[in-house]
């Protein structure tokens, strides 16, 4: 504490102030007599959104326009109950005939919905030990599937790689009744994948590589390159996966492929939250390379809270 006031008061350089501090991201529990105050029990908050359709040749554009609420209960460390609504007051998207195995090709079905209950879930993430996480959710995990969804990551060489396990059994859920799966599909669909990411922070850039078995059963890897800039991360991704599991002509042979814009709600709020807004560009109308809607990726937890950004986030406060 007497550290950090001379810090404040200039008594200290930052330099000086670094050499006398430990980070240490490997604790999993406080040590005695430490005294921490966690955030709110419960968070929430709500904002606009704007999505669009350009499928229907008959109809050039389609788009919706509405507001989404989310909220969180915290139950305990790293437990919490997570609940998400929609209303789309405008919606001018209507449904289309699904695919051969639609996992992803009838969700124009879930959209042209005017209300929607996009999750209701519990989450535990935490600490297995120094260096592993791991992360479980149960519910309604997104606006089309339901079920179990589980993971667990290793940071290593100081965060440089991360590498983990992660695998989700789903079923689909019923488009006009929230709290119902469809009677028509008994089946589960079950992924499995080897995760990794590559940071770059000297260029503020990672790649990340996910193999293994995806939604619709295709075997294959979705390649992500991402580059951070002020706080936003701009990504794009490109799948590899084997398409002769479908028997129609739009999923055979084809990529999954799109573009994806995430900005942490503290750039507005001037809070620290790991909410974090997305915006994503890609065809809607394919089951190739699919994967669930993830509620806070142990990758994307971790985020900068490793060795190698926190050395260099600590000399961008030497250069201050």
Known sequence: KEDMTDLLTKKLTANEFWQLSKIDNGVTELPPGQVYRGRRSLTYGIKPSFETSLEKAEEFFQYRIGIEGWAEYRLWDGASIAAGIATYPVNTITGMKPLSIPVRSDNLNYVEKNASLNRLMFNQTGKLAPALYGRIGIGILEF???????????PLFGGRLLI????SIVKKRD????FQFKDDEKKFYTTAFLNTRLNVPEYEFS????SGRFLAGDLGTRITLSK????VTISAWYSFTNTSIFHDDENRGYHDKGILITIPIRLFTGKDSQTKYFYTITPWMRDV???IIHYRELSDFIDRDTKIYLDKDKGMMLNK
């Open 207 to 210: 790649i990340d590589m996910k």
């Open 144 to 154: 089309m599937y339901g079920g179990v969804d589980a993971e667990v990551t290793s």
């Open 164 to 167: 983990g396990l992660s695998g």
């Open 175 to 178: 488009p006009g009744n929230p």
């Open 228 to 231: 951070f800039i002020r706080g």
């Open 289 to 291: 390379g699919q994967d």
